[in-house]
């Protein structure tokens, strides 16, 4: 019983996470029609970007919260600078966009190498989370429930925004019909830049967030892209509301199968995504932004 | 034309001495191998070519394919199988995976047949890493030894290289042979124009999935050749980055084009195993090269070369050329 629930806690938190990684991946490819292939990059800079923080930059030594927002905006400010730099370039090649995020990635990594090493960094938990839950006979690590809980708040605060403001209306829009939003008056370059830096931003605070659990190493780009991938096949892109559901959904395909089914976790996580691309390629809950 | 021909002809022939003599012209057994990986990776680059160059269908899944035939082949070789059975095999049963990716795959285009090749060539390494019962993970298998086939050992250098250019010739052919004939040709016609090749009756789709085996088949005997070369698979040859990379060098090179899956293939075996040695980060220079090869030549080396030299030609003698350039000879 006890295993049974702590597995469950389990999925929902990388659920979570997921989802941080992942509503960002969803609004990019629902606007701009490409997978960004370098959107675990982005969850790795965040990361590594973190280790920095925290272990002192100038003799100032971030607190783990204020660490997370500033290399989000760090990752944000990369992610706007290679759309405008490089994607912006390519404007409606969709597959040299997917090449050039995808020739990106090599290089990032290669960098994040040199940068930061060879060996994984631990992020220790944040101070005053390093508690526990008992529940009965079971024990929740604080700091997973609290992965729950910010990405349930963000899943708030992003459908407010694109639910009750004028920006939202416009990704909305730009998602729909983009070129009947030019035509409306809506510059959907610029939102390109808008969501591209906020899904970046989003993916590099994953990336510290997720820390304290997965630690930081290379490679850890190669992991969590193609889960990223699989959330907003099976949810549908371009969906906030798909990519939530899809995030748990993976988060419990992901960790009951590597508990329950080692040796074919990998073939049930993707096999969903292969049945979706292939039954429903608009995904679960695609067509709607919401 | 006949001149034409004839020049070519001569290239071919020129070409094929020069890559014949290579091992005997460089002694090191370390050039002459990465000669062998090379033409190998070439084989690979040629058949994800038929797929991304003349069908349009960007593929990222290719390296399941080619997996699939490594380890079969390693797997029945370390079972003790016989060289002429475990190869047949591993054919077969990459043909099969192939015939499956198509058929999943090939209800799409664009993004959506990227995604679909990408999951299934994860799910095909998710197996090689995951299923170690199998497999053995990622440790991997290694191979006892290489073929003799008509008695030749091909455990040396040279000998293995000779064997995998006879392979690539072989290869290379097949590949012109396809692309020009008739069905090459409706290949083509399916990439460019698919709803008017349904209305003047092609089988659009038949015509993808017969392109696809091709391509599957080429792919597969490149992993078999790969497995003999390093007589050792893992996990990481059936990687998302070794698809990529296969996609680099097609694309690098110049896709719908016979030669530029050949200088792809021969830049990014060169660049990883040569370059490396005085540039340790080889990979950033992999991505740096791919970002602008799509930026600024996004056909290709190849193309993108007799594309530079032909501008600088017609700058030098404009008068001529108006009439003698274009289609209509």
């Not at chain 1, 009750?164 to 830049?193: K, N, W």
């Not at chain 2, 090191?28 to 062998?36: F, G, K, L, M, R």
Request: charged residues 10%.
């Amino acid at each position: 019983m006890t295993f049974w629930l702590l597995l469950t806690v389990n999925s929902v938190t990388f659920g979570g996470l997921l989802f941080l990684l992942s509503a960002g991946f969803s609004l990019i490819f629902g606007l701009m029609r490409i997978p960004n292939l370098t959107h675990g990059s982005m969850f790795m800079l965040g990361a590594y970007f973190g280790t920095t923080l925290l272990s002192g930059v100038l003799g100032f030594r971030f607190d783990f919260w204020l660490a997370a927002i500033v290399c989000a905006i760090e990752v944000a400010v990369l992610g706007a600078l290679m759309e405008r730099l490089l994607l912006r370039r390519l404007a409606g090649q969709q597959l040299a966009q997917v090449l050039v995020t995808l020739g990106v990635s090599f290089m990032v990594a290669d960098l994040c190498l040199m940068g930061w090493g060879g060996d994984p960094i631990s992020v220790a938990t944040p101070a005053g989370l390093n508690g526990f839950i008992r529940f009965g006979t079971a024990v929740f690590p604080l700091y997973r429930l609290a992965v729950i809980a910010i990405a349930v708040i963000f899943a708030l605060a992003l459908w407010l925004m694109l639910e009750r403001t004028r920006l939202g209306a416009m990704i909305r829009a730009g998602v729909d019909d983009p070129q009947m939003a030019r035509v409306v008056g809506i510059r959907v370059s610029q939102l390109f830049t808008i969501v591209f830096a906020l899904g970046a931003g989003l993916a590099g605070f994953a990336g510290l967030i997720g820390g304290p659990i997965l630690s930081v190493y290379p490679g850890i780009d190669q992991d969590m892209l193609p889960l990223a991938l699989v959330v907003v096949i099976l949810g549908g892109t371009g969906s906030l509301l798909g990519s939530f559901v899809g995030s748990i959904v993976i988060g419990f395909i992901y960790n009951f199968g590597q508990a329950l089914l080692p040796e074919l976790a990998y073939f049930i996580l993707f096999l969903p995504m292969v049945l979706v691309l292939v039954l429903r390629p608009q995904g679960l809950f695609g067509g709607q932004i919401l | 034309m006949s001149k034409l021909v004839l020049a070519r002809g001569l290239a071919a022939l020129i070409a094929v001495i020069g890559l014949a003599v290579v091992p005997y012209a460089i002694g090191e057994v370390y050039y002459v191998n990465i000669a062998s990986q090379v033409l190998l990776y070439a084989i690979f680059a040629l058949g994800l070519n038929i797929l991304v160059g003349y069908a349009g269908l960007v593929s990222l899944g290719h390296a399941g394919l080619f997996g699939i035939a490594a380890y079969v082949a390693a797997y029945l070789l370390v079972a003790g199988s016989g060289h002429v059975l475990a190869i047949a095999a591993a054919l077969l049963a990459s043909l099969l995976a192939t015939a499956g990716f198509a058929a999943l795959s090939l209800r799409s285009t664009g993004i959506t047949f990227i995604m679909i090749t990408l999951a299934l060539g994860e799910i095909i390494w998710g197996l090689a890493y995951r299923w170690i019962s199998l497999t053995n993970g990622d440790n991997g298998i290694t191979v006892p030894a290489r073929p003799a086939p008509f008695g030749i050992a091909l455990g040396s250098a040279r000998a293995f290289y000779v064997a995998t250019l006879i392979v690539f010739l072989i290869a290379i052919v097949a590949s012109g042979i396809f692309v020009r004939s008739p069905f090459g040709a409706a290949l083509r016609g399916a990439r460019d124009q698919p709803r008017r090749m349904s209305a003047l009756g092609y089988h659009v789709w038949m015509i993808r999935f017969w392109a696809f085996m091709f391509s599957g088949l080429l792919s597969a005997i490149a992993g078999v050749l790969f497995v003999y070369y390093n007589q050792f698979i893992s996990p990481q040859a059936l990687a998302l980055t070794a698809s990529a990379e296969s996609l680099l060098m097609v694309i690098s090179g110049g896709a719908g084009t016979l030669l530029g899956p050949v200088v792809g293939a021969a830049l990014v075996v060169i660049v990883k195993n040569v370059v490396s040695a005085y540039v340790e980060r080889w990979n950033f220079m992999l991505g740096a090269i791919f970002v602008a090869i799509v930026v600024f030549m996004p056909e290709g080396l190849v193309p993108g070369i007799a594309r530079l030299t032909g501008a600088l030609w017609r700058s030098r003698g404009k008068a001529n050329l108006p009439m003698t350039a274009g289609p209509q000879q």
